[in-house]
């Protein structure tokens, strides 16, 4: 059983940096992705980022590529998301999310994650 806990979420200005982090209480193995998602005030949840625990091959969405970077710690069965050049559209909850299947066609699908965190909030003023 996989349980996650994400922190590292708050208030910061735009143009200002955070750094999420996921922890999983049970191992990640190497069939797995991890990903982030996020939904902001009134609209639906959507993909942020992703990286397959194999490899540590990234995606991203467009809307954040260039700016955020997934990562991971094996040894800690942490993923994390690194949040540079914010704005105000960034502005959501974030939640943490695993894959046992990590097919590369469904990672950026939020149906295919088997496992979630409880969020945490991001918001970012102007």
């Known amino acids: 059983q996989v349980q996650l806990v994400e922190s590292g979420g708050g208030l910061v200005q735009a143009g200002g940096s955070l750094r999420l982090s996921c922890a999983s209480s049970?191992?990640?193995?190497?069939?797995?992705?991890m990903a982030w998602f996020r939904q902001a005030p009134g609209k639906e949840r959507s993909f942020v980022a992703a990286?397959?625990?194999?490899?540590?091959?990234?995606y991203y969405a467009d809307s954040v590529k260039g700016r955020f970077t997934i990562s991971r710690d094996n040894s800690e069965n942490t993923v994390y998301l690194q949040m540079n050049s914010l704005k105000p559209e960034d502005t959501a909850i974030y939640y943490c999310?695993?894959?046992?299947?990590?097919?590369?066609?469904?990672?950026?699908?939020?149906?295919?994650?088997?496992?979630w965190g409880q969020g945490t909030q991001v918001t970012v003023s102007t």
């Open positions: 999310a695993a894959d046992y299947g990590a097919i590369t066609s469904t990672l950026r699908t939020e149906t295919a994650y088997d496992y």
């Open positions: 049970g191992r990640i193995y190497n069939s797995y992705a």
């Open positions: 990286i397959k625990w194999r490899g540590g091959h990234t």
